[in-house]
């Protein structure tokens, strides 16, 4: 909007109400880039995915005290005429991760999930999707082999009802491997 400072969104997802109204939320955060200090979800709506888009209150703010650190990749799954947002709320540390989830019946208002964190993972564990396959709901996101580093991986869980997942298990491996110690990434030729 004219006068505001220069701000960016990353990681959104987009969902529509049940009234037909579509939405946005995603990571946003004035510039610079900075990604730790990302502790909202833009939201915007629009009549159709080409627009006009019209920018609205923040669809959720980090809080603390329900141990929220930032917040990340938000994705929402409609299921049973309740929307399910599921996103990363960083973690005391970058070993411990969790994937929180928040519900809504119309889009606008978000509540927290009581039984949160829905999972706990290692490095930066984040960016989660969730899938109907089957009988199940599959969880995937990404994290590290083990907690304090590894290889990139894509991990999944299940569940029956949306809140309960376990199982985790490697979908996906990278060749390369994340070195912590040394922030940085090794690859293998």
């Not at 995603?26 to 006009?52: K, M, Q, R």
């Not at 399910?84 to 005391?92: L, Q, T």
């Not at 889009?107 to 984040?126: C, I, K, L, S, Y």
Request: aromatic share 12%.
């Amino acid at each position: 909007e004219p006068g505001e400072r220069p701000w960016d969104v990353n990681d959104h997802t987009f969902f529509r109400d049940p009234a037909g109204t579509w939405h946005v939320a995603g990571i946003t955060h004035d510039e610079p880039f900075a990604p730790f200090d990302e502790t909202e979800f833009v939201h915007a709506t629009a009549p159709d995915l080409h627009g006009p888009w019209q920018r609205h209150e923040p669809a959720l703010v980090a809080d603390p005290d329900r141990g929220e650190h930032h917040l990340w990749a938000p994705h929402v799954v409609d299921h049973d005429g309740r929307l399910w947002m599921y996103y990363c709320a960083g973690g005391d540390t970058k070993d411990r991760y969790r994937i929180h989830l928040a519900t809504s019946d119309d889009g606008w208002t978000w509540v927290r999930h009581p039984a949160n964190p829905m999972v706990v993972d290692g490095f930066e564990a984040r960016d989660p999707m969730v899938r109907r396959v089957g009988d199940r709901w599959v969880m995937y996101y990404t994290a590290t082999s083990a907690p304090t580093g590894g290889a990139h991986v894509v991990a999944a869980v299940e569940s029956d009802d949306l809140v309960h997942w376990t199982g985790r298990r490697e979908v996906y491996r990278d060749r390369g491997y994340l070195d912590v110690r040394a922030d940085r990434r090794v690859t293998f030729s």
